[in-house]
């Protein structure tokens, strides 16, 4: 089966816990399952996407990794974590500035061994996946052989990380007596939430699977999550109805943009820290949590009963402007 077909690289199944104090804010039960606890160095949804993606890379003889994302990028610092657990290279394009502080995952790449190329967010946005064939021919000359993740591992064998974490949600409620009819998470690159969704469809699960965009738009995700949905399909062979209108992203948490954050998304995160001692990040996972509480507020999950938050991780990206503003 192709869900076995990956290495071993987190720490898994995640727990799921209730979050007793909220629940009794809100009014509903909230469960967060703790992605946040896959590892330490790989903490966090990224490493479940790899434990596929890289096990195609090994399949494939390669001995080097190449992928991209934002200076803060989880992703990229579980790749060169990854990338140094395997005895592989890491090449990580970063779209940032050389006066950029050295801390957090930015920090961790470099102490992690991670060859980086600094870009432009123009160049980012728009010659990226040229970037990385550079540096992959770059490489060969080198006499590497180069595998290319994209942003966030977020393609189809990337994506089957959350099918798989599907599968173990599915049986994690089993042995809880739990029904979850709601299942939240943050989108940011589509791979999280499509393999989620995808599970919940193959195994004709009855909750429904809603994804809160941290950056872009509704519409901007609902084009990625359809793509990624046709390429799972193609990897594993079961389809599933496809309908972009059955596809529940709730957008308008984006805020001042990617990785920028709100005064009340912070006081948020302040918020949630004191009262259940679970901290959560400025980039994905606060604004998430941000935007699951005020659509529960707004009646949007009024039909649900029994609410799953998936955690993420991102502990590592807070940067100096957003810890000034929990002292500020």
């Not at 790989?42 to 890289?54: I, P």
């Not at 990580?92 to 432009?120: P, S, Y």
């Not at 738009?217 to 309908?243: Q, W």
Request: glycine share 10%.
């Amino acid at each position: 089966m192709i869900l076995q077909n990956k290495i071993k690289l987190a720490n898994l199944p995640t727990r799921i816990e209730k979050s007793e104090k909220l629940s009794k804010e809100l009014g509903k039960n909230i469960y967060i399952k703790r992605d946040d606890e896959t590892g330490t160095e790989v903490s966090g949804n990224k490493v479940r996407k790899l434990e596929f993606a890289v096990k195609e890379a090994l399949d494939n003889n390669c001995d080097y990794l190449i992928t991209c994302g934002g200076i803060q990028s989880n992703h990229a610092r579980a790749t060169a974590a990854v990338a140094a657990k395997l005895g592989m290279g890491s090449y990580l394009v970063l779209r940032g500035r050389e006066d950029n502080d050295l801390e957090g995952n930015f920090f961790l790449d470099k102490l992690l061994g991670a060859r980086i190329r600094l870009i432009t967010a123009e160049e980012y946005s728009n010659h990226r996946s040229e970037i990385m064939e550079e540096i992959k021919n770059e490489l060969l000359k080198e006499g590497h052989k180069a595998y290319i993740l994209p942003e966030g591992a977020s393609n189809g064998i990337g994506s089957l990380g959350y099918y798989n974490a599907m599968l173990e949600i599915l049986e994690q409620q089993k042995q809880m007596g739990v029904k979850f009819d709601a299942i939240v998470c943050s989108v940011g690159s589509g791979g999280t939430y499509s393999g989620l969704y995808y599970g919940n469809k193959v195994k004709k699960n009855e909750a429904v699977v809603y994804g809160i965009n941290i950056a872009g738009d509704k519409e901007y995700f609902l084009n990625i999550v359809e793509s990624l949905l046709h390429e799972l399909v193609r990897y594993t062979g079961e389809e599933i109805h496809i309908d972009r209108n059955h596809i529940d992203i709730i957008d308008g948490y984006a805020g001042l943009g990617y990785a920028i954050s709100r005064s009340e998304e912070i006081e948020f995160i302040k918020h949630l820290a004191q009262l259940e001692g679970i901290i959560l990040d400025p980039v994905y996972t606060g604004k998430a949590m941000y935007g699951l509480v005020q659509e529960i507020k707004k009646g949007t999950f009024d039909k649900h009963d029994n609410i799953l938050f998936i955690h993420t991780g991102g502990i590592f990206g807070w940067n100096a402007v957003q810890r000034s503003m929990i002292e500020g």
